[in-house]
């Protein structure tokens, strides 16, 4: 794999918040896009209460593409339940 894409994937990062202390709501969810040391191109994500470790999934996806693709869905879904950027 090239370093130019490699530099392009490692820029596909998002961390959203959701805070809302009257009903008592602290979570985060962060995204990215990253490569495997096979190659292969995966979806990061980890979601939970703000100051505990949190859960984590990696998704294999097909190529970079499905990947943005993926991102972008996800993160339009967090904005969408009150998440926003920090």
Known sequence: MGNDIQTDISRTKLVLNRIR???NERYFCALA???DLF???LLWRIWGRIGTGGR???DVCPDI???ARS???LAHRKHKR???ST
């Open 21 to 23: 202390p009257e009903k």
């Open 33 to 35: 896009i990253t490569c």
């Open 56 to 58: 984590q999934r990696w």
């Open 39 to 41: 190659g292969e191109t």
């Open 82 to 84: 009150g998440y926003r």
């Open 71 to 73: 991102f972008t869905k």
């Open 65 to 67: 593409a499905a990947a």
